[in-house]
């Protein structure tokens, strides 16, 4: 006879490992499947952020700002270095220990909170009374019953079109995150996140960098104030950056790949580079689930069909994080995971989609939350805006990090936040205090009315707050 579980998740990624982990909490009998595995064929849960996405992208980043600090600010500081080099093998293990701690990490709490843990393939087999049978395909198979089933499959890069990714020249993020030696010529294709980190990332490893987008914008979802202070900084630091380009064929050879493009003026470019990340945004990940065998419904991109409650077409089937609707965001799916997992149990959670913060890990640092200028005008709503610049902060310059500014967004009448951004130094850790203020409704005046600390760099988002009032005490 199967295992019965009130809670089945399928996905070992943020949404799947915090919804199990918050249904154990609850007191339900609760089982994941991950299929991820490491170098060894041993379970590796986290999903894609944990294993090829957000975990090694940040232990590279870190690495590499490392070594541009020592060869381009260090002397600044009266710190001599001599014969500088970079040991990419030993970065990338260290990469590798990050992700692997973390994957532990995962299994341990699994542990803790009595999960039981299945390494393999999750895939829907048939209704039966009182849940679904689920088939776990590992190194052995079996199945599994669940009342409850919690989909978290995630996504998958997108390639494109006669383009497939091999991993070697042509890359996705996971081989971004591989590449064995610096490429003396790197093209990126997409300057979304995932390309304007692995960019920055071997930029500053010595790579000529060339980041070819197909928008006329740069950064078109981001405030354009702060998009284009951001990208007067990646120019700065060597990315070369060209907007409105047609792609017409990539080419992999022998030892370069040849990428063909009409740019914004129209004129044929053809462009070879030793490696090539393509970065052109992810798909939702359902193939494989066997989504037919019980009805689920999958929209026209592939992605699971929920009601604002994560609930699918199915009786006690939810879905979260990238494989269903709104940004595909870690967080956004571990709040997704959590929410769930207390609507089984009955209560009634709330994810607020107009406060989750987005951010980009590159130097300078993106972050957002809330509506962007541009927003706000093509609706038609007052507002009013205050920006601070980094360069008048005395923590900014005592770092030697002046690049940026945060902006903050205000209704015109009510003075409620409509919006924070900012382009600096740490704004990945800036960006939490206008998520706490939007969440509680908070007023510009609020922020400019409480004490920050000093010298600090959050003292800049008192002033852009004290900004929208037209009285900033430092600038």
Same mark, same amino acid.
């Given at each position: 006879?199967?295992?019965?579980?009130?809670?089945?998740?399928?996905?070992?990624?943020?949404?799947?490992?915090?919804?199990?982990?918050?249904?154990?909490?609850?007191?339900?009998? $609760?089982?994941?499947?991950?299929?991820?595995?490491?170098?060894?064929?041993?379970?590796?849960?986290?999903?894609?952020?944990?294993?090829?996405?957000?975990?090694?992208?940040?232990?590279?980043?870190?690495?590499?700002? !490392?070594?541009? =600090?020592?060869? !381009?600010?260090?002397?600044?500081?009266?710190?001599?270095?001599?014969?500088?080099?970079?040991?990419?093998?030993?970065?990338?293990?260290?990469?590798?220990?990050?992700?692997?701690?973390?994957?532990?990490?995962?299994?341990?709490?699994?542990?803790?909170?009595?999960?039981?843990?299945? =390494?393999?393939?999750?895939?829907?087999?048939?209704?039966?009374?009182?849940?679904?049978?689920?088939?776990?395909?590992?190194?052995?198979?079996?199945?599994?019953?669940?009342?409850?089933?919690?989909?978290?499959?995630?996504?998958?890069?997108?390639?494109? +079109?006669?383009?497939?990714?091999?991993?070697?020249?042509? /890359?996705?993020?996971?081989?971004?995150?591989?590449?064995?030696?610096?490429?003396?010529?790197?093209?990126?294709?997409?300057?979304?996140?995932?390309?304007?980190?692995?960019?920055?990332?071997?930029?500053?490893?010595?790579?000529?960098? $060339?980041?070819?987008?197909?928008?006329?914008?740069?950064?078109?979802?981001?405030?354009?104030?702060?998009?284009?202070?951001? =990208?007067?900084?990646?120019?700065?630091?060597?990315?070369?950056?060209?907007?409105?380009?047609?792609?017409?064929?990539?080419?992999?050879?022998?030892?370069?790949?040849?990428?063909?493009?009409?740019?914004?003026?129209?004129?044929?470019?053809?462009? %070879?580079?030793?490696?090539?990340?393509?970065?052109?945004?992810?798909? +939702?990940?359902?193939?494989?689930?066997? *989504?037919?065998?019980?009805?689920?419904?999958?929209? %026209?991109?592939?992605?699971?069909?929920?009601?604002?409650?994560? =609930?699918?077409?199915?009786?006690?089937?939810? *879905?979260?994080?990238?494989?269903?609707?709104?940004?595909? /965001?870690?967080?956004?799916?571990?709040?997704?995971?959590?929410?769930?997992?207390?609507?089984? *149990?009955?209560?009634?959670?709330?994810?607020?989609?107009?406060?989750? +913060?987005?951010?980009?890990?590159?130097? +300078?640092?993106?972050?957002?939350?809330?509506?962007?200028?541009?927003? /706000?005008?093509?609706?038609?709503?007052?507002?009013?805006?205050?920006?601070?610049?980094?360069?008048?902060?005395?923590?900014?310059?005592?770092?030697?990090?002046? $690049?940026?500014?945060?902006?903050?967004?205000?209704?015109?009448?009510?003075?409620?936040?409509?919006?924070?951004?900012?382009?600096?130094?740490?704004?990945? %850790?800036?960006?939490?205090?206008?998520?706490?203020?939007?969440?509680?409704?908070?007023?510009?005046?609020?922020?400019?009315?409480?004490?920050?600390?000093?010298?600090?760099?959050? %003292?800049?988002?008192?002033?852009?707050?004290?900004?929208?009032?037209?009285?900033?005490?430092?600038?």
């Amino acid at each position: 006879m199967s295992q019965q579980f009130d809670v089945v998740v399928i996905g070992g990624g943020p949404g799947g490992y915090v919804a199990a982990i918050r249904a154990a909490q609850l007191g339900f009998s $609760t089982a994941c499947i991950d299929e991820w595995k490491n170098d060894k064929g041993g379970p590796a849960p986290g999903g894609t952020c944990t294993n090829v996405g957000c975990i090694p992208s940040k232990a590279l980043l870190q690495s590499s700002e !490392h070594f541009e =600090h020592a060869g !381009h600010s260090f002397a600044d500081h009266g710190i001599g270095l001599d014969n500088l080099s970079i040991d990419v093998a030993k970065m990338l293990g260290r990469k590798d220990t990050v992700v692997k701690q973390n994957n532990d990490g995962i299994l341990y709490l699994f542990k803790k909170n009595k999960v039981t843990f299945f =390494h393999g393939r999750g895939s829907f087999a048939k209704a039966v009374d009182g849940g679904y049978e689920i088939a776990v395909t590992g190194t052995a198979s079996e199945s599994i019953v669940g009342k409850h089933v919690i989909l978290a499959t995630g996504s998958n890069a997108r390639s494109l +079109p006669g383009a497939p990714f091999d991993e070697q020249k042509i /890359l996705s993020n996971d081989g971004a995150l591989r590449i064995g030696s610096v490429p003396k010529r790197l093209g990126v294709i997409g300057s979304g996140v995932i390309g304007l980190e692995m960019g920055s990332v071997w930029r500053r490893l010595g790579s000529e960098v $060339t980041v070819l987008e197909g928008l006329p914008t740069f950064l078109g979802a981001v405030d354009q104030q702060i998009a284009k202070e951001a =990208h007067k900084a990646f120019v700065k630091q060597g990315l070369k950056i060209e907007l409105g380009v047609k792609i017409d064929k990539v080419t992999a050879g022998k030892s370069a790949v040849t990428v063909t493009y009409a740019n914004a003026n129209g004129d044929a470019v053809k462009l %070879e580079v030793d490696k090539l990340i393509v970065s052109i945004g992810r798909v +939702p990940n359902t193939i494989g689930l066997n *989504a037919e065998a019980v009805g689920l419904k999958l929209d %026209e991109r592939g992605a699971i069909t929920v009601d604002d409650h994560c =609930h699918t077409n199915l009786p006690n089937v939810w *879905a979260v994080g990238d494989v269903v609707r709104g940004p595909m /965001l870690a967080h956004k799916a571990e709040e997704e995971g959590v929410a769930v997992a207390e609507r089984i *149990a009955g209560q009634h959670p709330h994810v607020n989609f107009n406060t989750v +913060p987005w951010v980009i890990y590159t130097s +300078p640092e993106i972050a957002w939350v809330g509506q962007t200028e541009q927003q /706000l005008k093509a609706e038609g709503r007052e507002y009013k805006a205050g920006t601070f610049p980094f360069m008048a902060n005395g923590r900014a310059r005592a770092m030697g990090d002046t $690049t940026g500014m945060v902006k903050m967004l205000a209704d015109a009448t009510t003075d409620e936040i409509l919006g924070v951004h900012i382009v600096g130094p740490f704004a990945s %850790e800036l960006i939490a205090e206008a998520v706490v203020a939007m969440e509680f409704r908070a007023s510009a005046e609020d922020i400019a009315r409480i004490c920050h600390a000093h010298p600090s760099l959050s %003292e800049s988002t008192k002033e852009a707050a004290l900004a929208v009032d037209k009285r900033t005490l430092n600038f």
